[in-house]
């Protein structure tokens, strides 16, 4: 640290996103991208587009909003693009959380909501999950801004919008967001809700589903006036937060969404697929509703799992943290991909055959 970094930011733990290595060598099942490519309508859209980056792109973000509102079956003013989901969370810890209204989010979730709660100084409070990794609904306070992963990360276990609405009710006067990044794999959306709850805010992402994570392309949709709030914070931040090329790349992936739907429903064969394999195998997992598996062998510590399998040229992801750390989360690539995972996964238990706990 600098003697010059402001002293509000001096004991903040910055978010650790996973591992990009360089080398390329590796099969690459930690970070829950889409093992699909764009379309191919996506790169030559991006390429067009490219000619024009002399000229700002249009803060409004006009065409590409309306085309996520026709998806949706909803207005313009009801959405918010921005730069990856990332930010529209950052934006909602901004706009909707202050010292009288802390924000709360299970303790097991998506580890950036502590973070972004560090940075604009709101207090929050992580409600444990229960034993069988449910969220505890009953937990949250009338007074507190809940941020909910559902499907949620790393579990990937999922709640149903029947029990999203029941907190919806009882929190009237405080926003709850749903981060839905993962709900094209699966669940059911809470989009359903948003003409009766002017305090839902739902979030979205192009990075899973649509193949996008290196464009980092977000969205939300909620209530025009909570829109309006959010785009407060957004024109006081960066008014060109979606790139021109991120921008005719999302477009065109509303044009091909057949494409990534049927990608989707390949990634959800697969990972059944797997989880019996894994299971088969005498592996515990969770119930996923996701593009990845969550998974711990017993006996074998989950950080050595994690570094046989990289050494093996497989990349996961494990979280050190107490109640989890004996567990992978995977994503689920290619049958292919899938496959040098399994074998791999064989080799060790083999391997670890009567040095397990
Ligand atoms: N929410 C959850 C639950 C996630 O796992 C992620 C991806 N790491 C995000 C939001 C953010 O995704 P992006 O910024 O790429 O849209």
Redo the contacts with the bound molecule.
């Keep these: 640290m600098s003697r010059f970094f402001s002293t509000k930011y001096k004991d903040l733990e910055a978010y650790v ?2 591992e990009q290595p360089r080398d390329r060598k590796y099969i690459k099942l930690n ?2 991208e889409s093992p699909y490519p764009p379309a191919p309508l996506v790169s030559q859209r991006v390429e067009e587009e490219s000619h024009l980056l002399h000229l700002y792109s249009d803060p409004e973000c006009r065409t590409l909003t309306e085309a996520v509102a026709a998806r949706y079956g909803l207005e313009y003013e009801n959405i918010l693009m921005t ?5 529209v ?1 950052n934006f909602a810890f901004m706009a909707f959380c202050d010292a009288s209204h802390p924000a709360a989010f299970p303790d097991i ?2 580890g ?1 909501y502590p973070v972004f709660a560090r940075l604009n100084s709101v207090p929050f409070r992580e409600i444990p999950l229960k034993e069988d990794w449910s969220v505890d609904l009953e937990a949250f306070r009338p007074e507190e801004t809940v941020f909910l ?1 559902n499907p ?3 579990t990937g276990r999922y709640l149903p919008p029947e029990q999203i609405e029941a907190l919806l009710a009882s929190h009237r006067d405080r926003v709850v967001v749903v ?1 839905e ?2 709900i094209d794999f699966g669940g059911e959306s809470c989009l359903g809700l948003l003409a009766e709850y002017d305090n839902l805010l739902i ?6 589903s649509r193949s996008l ?1 290196g464009a ?3 969205f939300c949709m909620g209530n025009r006036a909570l829109i309006r709030d959010l785009n407060t914070i957004k024109y006081s931040t960066n008014p060109y937060n979606v790139n021109r090329m991120t921008m005719a790349a999302g477009l065109a992936a509303l044009e091909e969404d057949s494409y990534y739907m049927e990608n989707c429903c390949r990634i959800v064969r697969t990972r059944e697929k797997t989880a019996t394999r894994l299971k088969e195998l005498g592996f515990c997992l969770t119930e996923s509703q996701t593009n990845f598996l969550f998974a711990s062998f017993p006996g074998l510590r989950g950080e050595e799992y994690y570094g046989k399998l990289r050494k093996r040229g497989v990349l996961v992801r494990h979280f050190g943290l107490p109640r989890i750390r004996e567990f992978v989360r995977v994503t689920v690539g290619t049958p292919e991909q899938m496959e040098r995972f399994l074998s791999a996964t064989e080799e060790i238990l083999r391997e670890t055959k009567g040095t397990l706990l």
């Design positions: 996103p996973g970070t829950n730069n990856g989901s990332d930010e969370l979730t998506y950036f992963a949620n990360a790393p981060d990044a993962y979030t979205r992402t192009f990075s899973k994570a980092r392309l977000g």
